[in-house]
């Protein structure tokens, strides 16, 4: 029987046109495996870096979307679409003054912190059972409620005379096509997303990343050559490495004692350096198992070709 690829992480570079859940159809159609997921969706006309989770890893796929995320936006001033982005129907138009670079950059400043965002129409939430897109499709708005989510950063790149092109960073649940519209809003004239591309999820960059080109000439062998290591999502956490009796221990689920005084969350290490888990460490020094991988089964099952 052939064994199963590796379990790890794979990083795509999504293309515009395409769905999330396509990359991952592709993947697993590519390796031959069910268990493969993504962390993180883009919309449909977005690019950039999706991290797709494969075998195992795909119990990391809460942390990853933890991670902060960091995005290139072109967008387009004087217009408001319905869904925030050029691919909708248009709103409303305005003539743009000419507006300074000093101007924008002083507006994006009030977005940068904690900040409260209405999730758009557009979007993947669920209303009753429903997604928000799905009622939007059919022309029903529904309400909303403003949730706090958190911008790092927004650098303004280049202004030209009908938008500019910022650099965002932000944490988990931030909604770019409605910063970039309410933005617009805060400087007078309305604005959209003409072009959004993610350059980076946490540790996870756009360069590393495999093209929808390449994807379509690699053998099974040489796309998972491309996996990272399970560990690889969560390589900013403290490291707990256990002893063979202790690591057994957490295979089972029990709580170990003897971890280091930090306390929350930690990648849990056995003594040959595999990630065997996600621990929670609390104020004694006891180590409780959070997620347990499991390593990789060399009779694990592959999907027919």
Do not use: N
Request: glycine residues 10%; hydrophobic residues 40%.
């Amino acid at each position: 029987m052939i064994a199963a690829p590796r379990s790890g992480v794979l990083v795509m570079d999504k293309p515009a046109g395409v769905t999330s859940f396509d990359v991952v159809g592709r993947v697993r159609a590519h390796l031959g495996v069910r268990r493969v997921g993504h962390a993180g969706t883009l919309d449909p006309d977005a690019t950039g870096v999706l991290p797709v989770l494969v075998g195992e890893a795909t119990k990391l796929m809460p942390y990853i979307a933890e991670h902060d995320k960091e995005y290139r936006v072109v967008m387009r001033f004087g217009v408001r679409t319905d869904t925030q982005d050029m691919s909708g129907r248009v709103l409303s138009e305005t003539a743009v003054p000419s507006l300074t670079f000093d101007a924008v950059v002083s507006a994006a400043r009030a977005f940068v912190g904690r900040i409260r965002q209405t999730p758009p129409m557009y979007s993947a939430l669920h209303h009753e059972g429903r997604r928000l897109y799905e009622l939007a499709r059919q022309g029903v708005e529904v309400e909303r409620q403003a949730r706090e989510v958190t911008v790092y950063s927004i650098d303004v790149e280049e202004l030209r005379g009908d938008g500019a092109t910022l650099r965002v960073v932000c944490g988990k649940g931030t909604y770019v096509r409605t910063l970039v519209a309410d933005l617009g809003d805060a400087l007078g004239v309305g604005a959209a997303v003409e072009r959004l591309s993610r350059i980076r999820v946490g540790p996870f960059r756009l360069p590393d990343a495999v093209t929808w080109a390449e994807l379509d000439r690699m053998s099974a062998a040489e796309l998972e050559a491309h996996i990272g290591p399970p560990a690889s999502a969560l390589a900013a956490w403290p490291e707990i490495r256990l002893d063979t009796v202790r690591a057994g221990a957490f295979r089972h689920g029990q709580t170990v004692e003897g971890a280091p005084s930090t306390t929350g969350f930690a990648r849990v290490h056995d003594t040959q350096g595999t990630l065997i888990g996600v621990g929670a460490v609390d104020s004694a020094g006891r180590l409780r198992p959070v997620r347990i991988l499991h390593a990789d089964r060399s009779d694990a099952r592959v999907l027919p070709a």
